[in-house]
């Protein structure tokens, strides 16, 4: 009996596989170079108080401005970088919305400084101070409670 049953579960398996649409399935090959992704512009956050979010970003953690959007009049967001030149890198996108519960929980943004706890000390005394500062990588929390992981890389060995 349960040999039938794993034929028939196995037979069902296939036909519903079968049925499924082709955009369901994954492609067997990477996509052709007129489809591929060119680049990851940055990740996109929703901000609560875009100038807010906008000074924390560039005055806190040193990041630059790439660009603004629209370039003339009131932003929506602000697209930011270590360079300022947007086609050198943008890394984090933030824009004028409503933040979603539980949207701050998605994971982390990872940025790499020299040293973590200088960074974190920082931070803090800008007024967003973290849970715990300790040697080397440090969590902290940006003004809408983003998680941003302060990675501080070890000194290579000689």
Same mark, same amino acid.
């Given at each position: 009996?349960?040999?039938? /049953?794993?034929?028939?579960?196995?037979?069902?398996?296939?036909?519903?596989?079968?049925?499924?649409?082709?955009?369901?399935?994954?492609?067997?090959?990477?996509?052709?170079?007129?489809?591929?992704?060119?680049r990851?512009?940055?990740?996109? /956050?929703?901000?609560?108080?875009?100038?807010?979010?906008?000074?924390?970003?560039?005055?806190? /953690?040193?990041?630059?401005?790439?660009?603004?959007?629209?370039?003339q009049?009131?932003?929506?967001?602000?697209?930011?970088? /270590?360079?300022?030149?947007?086609?050198?890198?943008?890394?984090?996108?933030?824009?004028?919305?409503?933040?979603?519960?539980?949207?701050?929980?998605?994971?982390?943004?990872?940025?790499?400084?020299?040293?973590?706890?200088?960074?974190?000390?920082?931070?803090?005394?800008?007024?967003?101070?973290?849970?715990?500062?300790?040697?080397?990588?440090?969590?902290?929390?940006?003004?809408?409670?983003?998680?941003?992981?302060l990675?501080?890389?070890?000194?290579?060995?000689?």
């Open positions: 009996m349960s040999i039938r /049953l794993s034929i028939a579960a196995a037979l069902a398996a296939a036909s519903l596989a079968a049925a499924l649409p082709a955009c369901a399935q994954t492609p067997s090959t990477a996509p052709s170079d007129d489809i591929r992704p060119i990851i512009s940055g990740v996109g /956050l929703r901000v609560s108080d875009l100038e807010r979010s906008k000074k924390f970003y560039t005055e806190v /953690l040193g990041l630059k401005v790439n660009a603004k959007v629209p370039a009049g009131e932003p929506v967001e602000y697209l930011l970088g /270590l360079t300022g030149d947007i086609r050198a890198d943008t890394l984090i996108i933030i824009r004028k919305g409503e933040i979603v519960p539980g949207a701050t929980e998605f994971g982390n943004i990872v940025i790499v400084v020299p040293d973590g706890r200088k960074m974190a000390e920082r931070v803090a005394a800008a007024g967003y101070p973290p849970a715990k500062i300790v040697d080397g990588t440090n969590i902290i929390r940006d003004p809408d409670g983003y998680k941003i992981e990675y501080q890389r070890t000194a290579p060995k000689p």
